[in-house]
């Protein structure tokens, strides 16, 4: 199975900062990389998809890049609606896994 | 509206069995994949397992296989989750999602709100 590891487990930010998330694959995955967001009592929510893809109604704040094995998840100015815990996930290959997470706190 | 509605949370013993579900309404049922993910207390997403309601071709993670079983009834645009014995760690909120296709469009892009399943003695 391919592992997804997201780095840092948590996060504190504020209002207007920007902020990156890594997410790394234990095998090379090409360009299947999803980003999710997900708030407590929530459905989770599809941000970006094939990397780089902003899923429909998705802020343009915003951005994903990468390829091969290493990713980043970026919001170029972070709004008070982004608290939450943010979920790298493969679809390359099943089973698609998740990453553990990157919660993303208030300073 | 686009949605997938799935059952109330459930309370259970071990040994007992449960089936949950998961409707999807607003879309053609049978052209997308529905997928579950389980997110145990305090931790993140898994990867179950998904189907085909068009055909109920099904495909699991390895982490899964054996313990639950995947389905759906394309009569009635529901899928299922099902454990014949449950156990104490089987306690989550477990996500039913679809996903368009399963090898190039390999994303859950619609969710349904969890159903928590709590298996206590």
């Known amino acids: 199975d391919t592992q997804m590891t997201q780095s840092p487990s948590s996060l504190s930010a504020s209002v207007g900062d920007r902020v990156t998330f890594t997410c790394r694959a234990s095998?090379?995955?090409?360009?299947?990389l999803n980003w999710y967001q997900h708030k407590p009592g929530k459905a989770p929510k599809l941000l970006i998809y094939a990397v780089s893809n902003l899923h429909s109604g998705v802020p343009s704040r915003f951005s994903g890049s990468g390829s091969g094995t290493d990713f980043t998840l970026t919001i170029s100015s972070l709004q008070p609606d982004d608290f939450a815990t943010y979920y790298c996930q493969q679809g390359y290959k099943i089973p698609y896994s998740f990453g553990q997470g990157t919660k993303l706190e208030s300073k | 509206e686009v949605q997938l509605v799935q059952s109330g949370a459930e309370v259970k013993k071990p040994g007992e069995s449960l089936m949950i579900s998961c409707k999807g309404s607003g879309y053609t049922f049978t052209s997308y994949y529905i997928g579950w993910a389980r997110q145990m207390p305090g931790k993140g997403l898994e990867w179950m397992g998904i189907?085909?309601?068009?055909?109920?071709?099904?495909r699991y993670s390895p982490s899964f296989q054996g313990q639950v079983i995947i389905s759906a009834d394309k009569s009635i645009s529901t899928a299922y989750l099902q454990w014949r014995s449950l156990k104490a760690s089987d306690t989550g909120i477990y996500y039913c999602?679809?996903?368009?296709?399963?090898?190039?469009?390999?994303?859950?892009?619609?969710w349904g709100r969890g159903t928590l399943v709590t298996v206590s003695s």
């Open positions: 095998q090379t995955i090409s360009t299947y």
């Open positions: 189907v085909y309601p068009g055909d109920s071709e099904t």
């Open positions: 999602a679809r996903q368009p296709t399963i090898y190039v469009q390999t994303y859950f892009d619609l």
